[in-house]
């Protein structure tokens, strides 16, 4: 994130926090008006914000505290600039020491997950285990795919499902991350996998919205069908 995004992403949090700075614990607020609802809602983007970043316990105190302190125009002794620098550093820091962690943790999981009963391997470190055998074709990257499927980080936390939204998900097999589309290629049509993929071959350093930085993930997919785009009628 942007310092600049970063600070204002900060002043909408500390301003909704500070609607009740004496409870500092309270997730409960009585929402009366439309800015009631609005600064609820900006405290919630905002603290969901700072989970994804990593800061999984702010100084609430302090964030309302700089808030004020702009509000009411009190000088500090640091300027506007030299603060988006620290913030960016102190981002940067933490994003790569829980790339770290997160990368450790996940070849730690593989190592042990590959010895399970069932769990066979893939190209490239991608591990995998066969819940339903399906009889059907295999599909080829550049080949659309219908599939089921549910992800979750190696906690056991659900990042998606299509399962939950009752629709099956339809994409072209090398528009996904490359876990996918090397394990999609070795399915026959009908088959349910639990597919387990290292980070490099996930969403790397950069992460995804709920998925961190070098996260391992696992997705149960269903390959339901390969789509055959429908050819337009002759006018």
Known sequence: ?????????????????????????????????????????????????????????????AIVAGMNSAFQGKETETNPQAMEMYLNNYFQQMAMKQAEANLEKGQKFLAENAKKEGVQELVDGIQYKVIKEGNGSKPTETDVVRVHYKGT???????????????????????????????????????????????????????????????????EVELLDIVTPETPANK
Do not use: H
């Open 153 to 219: 980080l190696i906690d056991g936390t659900e990042f998606d499902s299509s399962i939950k939204r009752g629709e099956p998900a339809e994409f072209p097999l090398n528009r996904v991350i490359s876990g996918w589309t090397k394990s999609l290629k070795e399915m026959p049509v009908g088959s349910k996998w639990e597919i387990y993929i290292p980070a490099d071959q996930a969403y790397g350093q950069r992460g995804s919205g709920p998925i961190g930085p070098n996260e391992t993930l696992i997705f």
């Open 1 to 61: 994130m942007k310092a600049k995004n970063l600070l204002l992403t900060l002043a909408v949090g500390a301003l909704a926090a500070s609607c009740n700075s004496g409870s500092m614990t309270q997730t409960t607020a009585t929402l009366k008006t439309a800015t009631d609802t609005a600064s609820y809602y900006l405290g919630f983007m905002y603290g969901t914000g700072m989970q994804r970043m990593g800061l999984k316990e702010p100084n609430i105190e």
